[in-house]
């Protein structure tokens, strides 16, 4: 039995096919960016406090229609936009939940 080992070429076409399925199933859709702007903006509106809140839900919108709107973006700026904005998402996600450990006291405007 003899066991050969594989050749340059096949890696370099093992390297290209992942190359090329990497390409084609990293394409962010833009049902993909508004469902990751209503998580954001819904974990943001957990926040116990209301100045928090309210300016990471002022953020979300503004941050994702700015982006939206824009119409000359390439494939690797949604890319990185998207990359950023689901460890936002995340980071809201964890701070929301802290806040909930060390309740504060409600501002007038909020009763």
Known sequence: M??????Q???SFLQNTTTLFKNHFSTITTKQLEELKKKTAEEASKFTN???REYFKERTNDMFDEFLNNDEKSEEQVTQFYDDRLSEYEMIKRQALIGKLYPE???VTEN
Not at 2 to 7: F, I, Y
């Open 50 to 52: 209301y100045n928090f």
């Open 105 to 107: 006291q409600k501002f």
């Open 9 to 11: 070429k096949t890696f």
């Open 2 to 7: 003899s066991l050969t080992l594989p050749t």
